[in-house]
């Protein structure tokens, strides 16, 4: 059984900081693709980050230079999601996805 578990998240400031983490729970063996996605109110799902078993990175335009995902040195299957210069425009659900998996989402508000 393949279980997402998301912590973090919450409200800040705009300029603020935050970061999120995710581990996959499952009996596997070796390291998998792992991504950050996110939803507004209103708007579909997107790809806001993305790492691969080779630890390459890519990131939406939106938030390039501001976001930063990394693998757990230790547990490489736990991977965080660390979010700087926050925006209004960055307020939404976070879902964590691996192995055609979903997490259950936790909640970013980025507001004065």
């Known amino acids: 059984q393949v279980e997402l578990v998301e912590s973090g998240g919450g409200s800040v400031q705009p300029g603020g900081s935050l970061r999120l983490s995710c581990a996959l729970s499952?009996?596997?063996?070796?390291?998998?693709?792992m991504a950050w996605f996110r939803q507004a109110p209103g708007k579909q799902r997107e790809l806001v980050a993305a790492?691969?078993?080779?630890?390459?990175?890519?990131y939406a335009d939106s938030v390039a230079g501001r976001f930063t995902i990394s693998r757990d040195n230790n547990a490489k299957n736990t991977v965080y999601l660390q979010m700087d210069s926050l925006k209004p425009e960055d307020t939404a659900v976070y879902y964590c996805?691996?192995?055609?998996?979903w997490g259950q989402g936790t909640q970013v508000t980025v507001s004065s």
């Open positions: 499952a009996l596997i063996f070796g390291i998998k693709d």
């Open positions: 996805y691996g192995m055609n998996h």
């Open positions: 790492i691969a078993t080779d630890g390459t990175t890519n």
